[in-house]
């Protein structure tokens, strides 16, 4: 029996970071977000704070810059930050892939892991009311505020997934499954991914 990995791609504000912690504690299984720019940058033998930079700046003309100090084997040579970034990432997650069953939130995991058995793609998507209220709640920001950061957040995910990808972010076509956490809720959408997971 190979590992089982389900794969979360989310719309800001829809709560997939959440569906997928909770699910993880259910399953007894760990789920892997933010984590992966440190296993990254430690596998990639470079700073992690010059990827928390890629990370929070993927929009930045500033990530096409060829970091050449800090090129190595497993960065890749000549190649701009955000490459290495995502190679590195992508690195990650194949071995996480190969050692442990887990969820994955975000990196483009599902197309790094596509064709690989007992894989399962998720799209997490909301109202933009439910997201709206989710934000200004979290943040602490009006409902303008709120919207902008949506927009932005949402921009700046679909020029990575599609940059990086031969597939459009957001789009059915794109994942096994889509999940409007608006309509089953939080506890819903965990349970239909528990669900998933059992999966071959």
């Known amino acids: 029996m190979g590992n089982h990995i389900i794969t979360i791609?989310?719309?800001?504000?829809?709560?997939?970071r959440e569906i997928g912690k909770k699910l993880a504690a259910e399953l007894g299984i760990e789920c892997y977000d933010s984590r992966l720019i440190e296993?990254?940058?430690e596998y990639g033998e470079i700073d992690p704070a010059i990827l928390k930079q890629a990370e929070?700046?993927?929009a930045s003309s500033l990530l096409y810059t060829v970091y050449h100090d800090m090129a190595n084997e497993k960065t890749g040579y000549g190649l701009p930050l955000n490459d290495m970034?995502?190679?590195l990432q992508s690195e990650v997650i194949r071995q996480?892939?190969?050692?442990?069953?887990?969820?994955?939130?975000g990196r483009c995991a599902d197309y790094v892991l596509s064709g690989r058995k007992q894989v399962h793609s998720v799209f997490?998507?909301?109202?933009?009311?439910?997201?709206?209220?989710?934000?200004?709640?979290?943040?602490k920001v009006s409902k303008k505020e709120a919207t902008a950061m949506i927009k932005k957040k949402d921009k700046e995910r679909s020029s990575y997934y599609n940059f990086f990808t031969d597939r459009h972010w957001g789009k059915k076509e794109s994942?096994?499954?889509?999940?409007?956490s608006s309509s089953v809720g939080i506890v819903g959408a965990v349970q239909l991914l528990k669900e998933l997971f059992k999966l071959p």
């Open 39 to 41: 296993m990254a940058a």
């Open 124 to 139: 997490i998507h909301a109202d933009m009311e439910m997201r709206q209220d989710r934000i200004m709640k979290k943040y």
């Open 85 to 87: 970034l995502f190679n």
């Open 9 to 16: 791609a989310r719309e800001f504000g829809s709560g997939g």
């Open 175 to 180: 994942y096994d499954m889509t999940i409007n």
């Open 96 to 105: 996480l892939a190969e050692k442990e069953s887990c969820i994955i939130i």
């Open 56 to 58: 929070e700046k993927k």
